[in-house]
């Protein structure tokens, strides 16, 4: 069995959002968690840094799992609506990312 891919990102956060962004994750649909298991996602967190507003994003995908339909499904986009105006966001609403490369590993 091959081993779950790693993803690392970065967002922005927009300033005087931090406490919302929070909240909203901290109420996080149910109907989105599903989703997001359901496409192979697990270990997933959201890290911020306080000066940058940066949020560094990492999850594991498992094995033989996609998350390339995500975008087109209708819950995704709901939160993506319901996210954008608290980040920066690409058009559609999709939060802008920037893929990280992992240049260090300790098991």
């Known amino acids: 069995m091959s081993a779950a891919t790693t993803r690392a990102f970065i967002m922005q956060l927009k300033a ?11 109420a996080i649909w149910p109907e989105l968690a ?13 890290f911020l840094d306080e000066d940058t507003l940066q949020l560094f994003a990492v999850l594991k995908l498992r094995p033989g799992h ?24 690409e058009p559609g609403n999709r939060p802008r990312e920037r893929a990280l490369k992992r240049v260090f590993y300790l098991e």
């Open 34 to 46: 599903d989703l997001l298991r359901d496409s192979g996602i697990h270990d997933y967190s959201i």
């Open 66 to 89: 996609t998350v390339a339909a995500l975008p087109d499904h209708p819950v995704m986009r709901r939160w993506w609506d319901h996210m954008a105006p608290l980040m920066e966001v």
């Open 16 to 26: 005087g959002h931090v406490d919302e962004y929070k909240r909203r994750h901290d």
